[in-house]
Structure formats: C-alpha cells, structure tokens
C-alpha cells in the first residue's frame, strides 16, 4: 500500500522559509502516471491546493502562491519537497503531501495523502 | 473564497439519507470530472469519490457521486454516527491551471 509521510519543521519564523519534504514508500515516484503535490489547511479552514510536480520535473503551482513556492523532487531518494518563502502568520496550516491521479486528460484527483504536519509561523 | 461552492453545513438523522452540492463553472467541473473527499475529526482527507461516480476499493456503497453540467452532488444513504465529518469537492480549472476544492460541508447526524 503506497504511504505518504511529510517531514520537516513544526516551527518557523516569520518572513523565513518553510521546507517539507514527503518521502513515498510502497511506490516509485518515477510512475509516469502520477503527480505529487501539497496542499495545505489553515487551523479550521478548507484545503487550499499549493503545488505539484512529476517524476520529470514538470510543475503546476496554485498563482497566488507561486512567487513564493518551489516544489522540487528526488526520484533517488522516492521524496519530494517544499520550500515556502517569505513566510507570514497566515501560512499557518497542516501541510499535506498527496499523490495526484490523472486519468485521461479530464480526470484528477488526490488518491493518497499523507497525515499532515502542523506549521506554525512565529513572530 | 473557494472556486467551488458548496453549503457550509448540512445534517440528518441515522438511517437517513443527505446530498452535499458543488457549484463550480465551465472552466472546472463543467469541463473535467469531480472527486469527493471525507476528512474526520483531527485526521486527513481520504478519497470518497474520483471520476464523478467511480468510488475507491473499500468505500461502501452507500455514497455515490452524480454531476450535471457545472455541478456535482454526493450523496450519503443509511447515515451513521461515524459518517459525522467535513466533505470537500475538488477538480481541475483549466483558467487557472490548478487543482481547486469546494470549502467543504460539515455533516451533521443528529
């Protein structure tokens, strides 16, 4: 079974960079198939979507985050990662890592996702 | 402000029956299938619905997912107790080149 597991400070101060890293297992992030992506949620919020990227290195940011994200991966090591820039007290949030499916050129959806890691930005 | 709308709460008694409603545009669900997503207390999402109707190995059958047009709908019958959580929507909008989510829809068994 494909498990998700995000990695990475819980704490981070404000204007800093916030950096998670995802490490797949019980999968090869190299399936062609697949993108793998973040999506965060602010404490009692919904889900805002930040980013994702394949095995090759192509991306898909959310715009009004973009300036400030980069989403890289490492097939050697099976991870993916995040680094967040110029941090603010809203980017506040549990950090999710998922795999994207897409299926044909009009399905997608997030079948597995990791437990989350609360990020808490700091004055 | 989410790109889909969906109502903020809904609820029914045990053994009863709900929809959840998602309202998006011709740039989203109106051009590419939606996935439903279950999030219980303090846990992450899990994958309820994909491909508008298509439920994951391990779903049971009383969800089941419909799309019309610009809008989608899940439905919950014989509700339990455990089926109490916040349901999100989500697709792809080709305007923005980005995956979007309903702002989700706490149900409530009363």
């Known amino acids: 079974q494909l498990q998700l597991q995000e990695s990475g400070p819980g704490l981070v101060k404000s204007s800093e960079t916030l950096s998670l890293t995802c490490t797949v297992s019980g999968g090869s992030i190299s399936d062609g198939s697949h993108y793998w992506g973040w999506i965060r949620q602010p404490p009692g919020e919904g889900l805002e979507w930040i980013a994702n990227?394949?095995?090759?290195?192509?991306?898909y940011y959310n715009s009004s985050l973009k300036s400030r994200v980069t989403i890289s991966v490492d097939t050697s090591k099976n991870q993916f990662s995040l680094q967040l820039s110029s941090v603010t007290a809203a980017d506040t949030a549990v950090y999710y890592c998922?795999?994207?499916?897409?299926?044909?050129?009009?399905?997608?959806?997030?079948?597995?996702w990791g437990q989350g890691t609360l990020v808490t930005v700091s004055s | 402000q989410s790109v889909l709308t969906q109502p903020p709460s809904v609820s029914a008694a045990p053994g009863q029956k709900v929809t959840i409603s998602c309202s998006g545009s011709?740039?989203?669900?109106?051009?590419?299938?939606v996935s439903w997503y279950q999030q219980l207390p303090g846990t992450a999402p899990k994958l309820l619905i994909y491909?508008?109707?298509q439920r994951p190995s391990g779903v049971p059958d009383r969800f089941s997912g419909s799309k019309s047009g610009t809008s989608a709908t899940l439905g919950i019958t014989g509700l339990q107790t455990g089926d109490e959580a916040t349901y999100f929507c989500?697709?792809?909008?080709?305007?923005?080149?980005?995956?979007?989510f309903g702002g989700g829809t706490r149900l409530t068994v009363l």
């Open positions: 491909d508008n109707i």
């Open positions: 998922a795999r994207h499916s897409k299926v044909g050129s009009t399905t997608y959806y997030c079948d597995f």
């Open positions: 989500g697709t792809w909008d080709n305007s923005l080149t980005a995956v979007v």
């Open positions: 990227i394949n095995y090759s290195g192509k991306t």
């Open positions: 011709s740039s989203n669900i109106g051009r590419y299938s």
